[in-house]
């Protein structure tokens, strides 16, 4: 999301609306990441699909464990494995980033091309990459002693019907089903509402800033007012001074200001309002508002 800003903002291809909608994107993100307790599900993901695995089969050590990925789910598992006795073996489509998790968990790396040969040496599967070209099917498995398979991977990486053919298979789906606090259900739903909520205030000030042309208008027509007004006081009294004339002047534009300032105030909150009606549609008929006038308001300035 801040490469795309920074890249929109290097073009000069984002205006004062995608940039506002980008910057509470990042804001609401930081909220979630700080105010809930979600930034921690992928460990939960990692624990409970480990204990569902050794339950069925058995503790993790001495076994070999092959993590597919290298993000920071693969990462967080990779060190789970490592640190419960188990030989972890890391296989990534770069073998760059395979290598340098193998070495922060004392394992070996592997290219994901010779993902054939380490299934060949591997007890236990955990597949998080997540990518849509990736699907371990049962004949990728068939012949291998792989025993149990744990895919934490969003679409998943590994063919549910590998758990047919005497494999035990922990996937999102079953956690979901059998270990429901992976993800505290309540920390998911409070992130949400917190999106809920900045995205309510967004529209409710898009909603604002759409009256705020026909607020502008409003005002420009009545200062129109008072200058044709002060125009023709000095035609009818040319005797009066500078001092005079200024005082009048100011006068005026009080009043003026005192009694646009609760409408137009009120207006702009009203319409800040989900469903509310046409304030700004409103306001044009009730003043007779040049639509040209307000046109030219809404319409950005042009640069050199």
């Known amino acids: 999301m801040k490469s795309a800003l920074a890249a929109g903002q290097s073009h000069e291809t984002v205006g004062p609306v995608l940039n506002s909608l980008f910057q509470q994107a990042i804001r609401v993100g930081k909220r979630v990441h700080t105010e809930t307790g979600i930034g921690s599900a992928g460990r939960s993901l990692v624990s409970a699909g480990y204990r ?75 597949a998080c990459t997540g990518a849509r070209t990736l699907t371990i099917g049962v004949d990728d498995l068939a012949g291998t002693p792989v025993r149990g398979v744990v895919d934490l991977a969003l679409p998943a990486d590994v063919a549910p019907e590998v758990s047919e053919h005497g494999i035990c298979l922990v996937n999102l789906d079953r956690l979901v089903t059998e270990q429901p606090d992976a993800a505290s259900a309540q920390e998911i739903e409070d992130a949400r509402t917190m999106v809920r909520e900045e995205v309510a205030d967004f529209l409710g000030l898009r909603r604002a800033a759409q009256v705020a042309p026909t607020v502008i208008a409003l005002r420009s ?41 609760a409408p137009t105030v009120r207006v702009q909150e009203l319409s800040a309002e989900p469903d509310a009606v046409d304030y700004a549609a409103a306001l044009r008929e009730l003043f007779a508002l040049d639509p040209q006038t307000v046109a030219a308001v809404m319409s950005p300035e042009v640069g050199p």
């Open 52 to 126: 569902l695995l050794t339950d069925q089969l058995g503790a993790l050590d001495s076994q070999r464990v092959l993590v597919v990925g290298a993000g920071a789910m693969a990462g967080l598992a990779a060190r789970t494995a490592a640190a419960n006795g188990a030989t972890v073996i890391c296989a990534n489509r770069t073998l760059s980033r395979a290598e340098r998790l193998a070495e922060a968990v004392g394992g070996k790396a592997v290219a994901l091309s010779d993902l054939a040969q380490a299934l060949a040496e591997t007890d236990v599967l955990v």
């Open 221 to 261: 027509m009545a200062s129109e007012v008072v200058a044709s007004e002060l125009r023709r006081l000095d035609a009818r009294l040319p005797q009066l001074d500078d001092h005079e004339r200024e005082l009048i002047q100011r006068s005026m534009r009080r009043i003026v200001e005192k009694l646009l300032h």
